[in-house]
């Protein structure tokens, strides 16, 4: 027993070493592992268990995952493209020792090391090679990303800080119908973006339910897999676009920053912000990302009669700065109502994905009965 209990404690004092990957130690579960090491109790056995169980029950894997998510000085010197210290390099491997050592540990391991002879909460091991994992992850870090990057694919900003949106919009672009045109302009303006090659911001506007903000979706979780991810922000926070554009500057992935429904009102203190962002102040350039915003109106900036008077000398220019605000997007992508055999071919083509089976000539009857109420073809 003395053996054993002599190699939990050699195990705890390099786990509490840990320095690459120690940001793992902070996690719920490893805190609680740690904790066990320290004092083999049976509560800290139970409170481990307690927390493993909420993942699965099997500490090689949570191990490992906790590990290929992890984000440390190591993975984003590497998504930065700069050199790594040898010193870092060597403790990365004797680390990955370490834990992989960590992920094979069991119950009755602590049981014979506490010398506790009754009932403890036990968990599965299997065996894994945390060397070529983490090898095999670090070669796919330009398309998987690393920290919340790799485990989500959309996020919106929240209290300042960039958070995933733990159930993104699922719309997939085989799902969508007619636009292809529009949809095919977009598409490759994000496959240059994915490629390295210059990429324009993109305005996709015109009429409500066309599908702008469900072509912008369905690209990111097309592309997702080569690297892309979504940032939504709303216009009221364009005030803290730098400090995004900032936070992912480095970041070895691609994003579409998204900003749906926008426009502004002729006073509107936000106006100036985006037109910066836009004409690439030194501040807000990045080169990973792009600026999607869909908006109903062409010039994006909501004027009434009143404004035309007042006490401004130069009233005219004022407008026009105000209206140039869309064309500082280099892509602009019209979405307009579909006629009326437009939007057939599109019911047609929705009911054969839903499996609808309906006679062509009742859905094509409720299909133009519903368009004259809502009003959403040109049609009508």
Known sequence: ??????????????????????????????????????????????????????????????????????????????????????????????????????????????????????????????????????????????????????????????????????????????????????????????????????????????????????????????YAPKGLRLIEIKKSQLRELPLVMEQIAENPLKFIIFIDDLSFSADDEDFGMLKAVLEGSASSRSGNAVIYATSNRRHLLREKFADRSGDDIHAGDTRQEQASLSERFGLKVTFLKPDKQVYLEIVSQLAKQYGLDIPEEELFAGAESYAKRQSCTALY
């Open 1 to 222: 027993m003395s053996s054993i209990k002599t190699k939990l404690e050699k195990l705890r004092d390099e786990v509490s070493s840990l320095a690459v990957f120690r940001g793992m130690l902070k996690l719920r579960t490893m805190s609680s592992l740690l904790e066990m090491l320290k004092a083999p109790t049976p509560e800290n056995v139970g409170i481990f268990a307690s927390n493993l169980y909420r993942h699965n029950a099997n500490i090689s894997e949570y191990i490992a995952k906790a590990v290929a998510e992890d984000e440390n000085p190591y993975i984003r010197r590497l998504s930065a493209k700069k050199p790594v210290p040898p010193a870092m390099e060597a403790a990365v491997n004797s680390e990955l020792t370490v834990l992989e050592e960590l992920s094979a540990l069991t119950a009755q391991d602590v049981s014979d090391a506490a010398g506790y002879t009754g009932y403890l909460p036990g968990w599965e091991c299997t065996p894994t090679d945390l060397h070529t994992m983490y090898a095999n992850r670090v070669n796919e870090l330009f398309t998987k990303g690393y920290g919340i990057y790799s485990k989500y694919t959309a996020f919106s900003l929240r209290d300042g800080t960039i958070q995933p949106i733990l159930t993104p919009d699922p719309q997939r672009l085989c799902e969508l119908h007619s636009y292809e045109l529009q949809r095919q302009k977009i598409i490759d303006n994000t496959i240059a973006l994915i490629d390295g090659l210059p990429a324009a911001n993109c305005l996709l506007y015109g009429d409500a339910g066309t599908g702008k903000s469900s072509t912008v979706k369905a690209v990111v979780n097309e």
